[in-house]
């Protein structure tokens, strides 16, 4: 199975680096300088290999620069481009309460029991999300196709994961099931009196 580890979200300067956007927890491992990346854009079959020629942290962004990728056309022409690693590759997990995106990835998430709702199913993980605050899984919502719930990817919140049984379950706080969780309130609508004339 392929996974991606990273992808090229911009050229940056003219000097052909590029802004990637990492989908790995060991960057320093997968794009260390000499590192050979495979990657191809998302609807091509044909993967090319690139060698990783100097990488640096800017702003909380990962620059590569890549052998043969030299000017700024070169750098716009890698927009897209994922960078790919075959899960046989990876070694196994030391830590239980470890995972890869790619092992998550499908789980059917349902409540924990012993709360009254235990045992709902809330729906599929469809991703692993990786930002600055932490991991969230991306819950495709079992009602509904389209509509999406982040879960921080917290032990308090996912107290158990069986990737063996297909199941991840969450005791989410008090809202966070809401689909409006999150979002600002919304005004009140003003009261319209009865009275047309008005009050005296």
Do not use: C, W
């Not at 830590?95 to 709360?115: C, K, N, S, W």
């Not at 994961?161 to 600002?184: R, Y």
């Amino acid at each position: 199975m392929e996974l991606v580890v990273g992808r090229v979200a911009k050229a940056h300067g003219i000097k052909g680096e590029l802004v990637v956007e990492v989908r790995t927890d060991e960057p320093d491992e997968r794009f260390a300088v000499g590192a050979v990346l495979r990657g191809r854009k998302p609807r091509e079959q044909d993967l090319k290999s690139y060698t990783v020629e100097a990488a640096r942290e800017h702003s909380g962004r990962l620059l590569l620069r890549l052998e043969g990728v030299d000017d700024r056309s070169a750098a716009d022409a890698m927009r897209g481009v994922l960078f790919l690693v075959d899960s046989a590759e990876l070694p196994p997990s030391d830590d239980p309460d470890e995972f890869y995106d790619h092992e998550l990835e499908g789980l059917t998430v349902r409540i924990v029991a012993g709360r009254p709702d235990g045992g709902t199913e809330v729906g599929t993980v469809r991703e692993v999300l990786h930002t600055a605050a932490g991991e969230l899984l991306a819950i495709r919502r079992a009602e509904s196709e389209r509509a999406e719930l982040l879960v921080p990817f917290v032990t308090d919140i996912v107290p158990t994961v069986s990737v063996a049984d297909g199941i991840i379950e969450i005791d989410p706080p008090e809202g966070l099931l809401d689909p409006d969780f999150g979002e600002p309130p919304k005004p009140p609508k003003p009261v319209k009196s009865g009275n047309d004339k008005g009050d005296k």
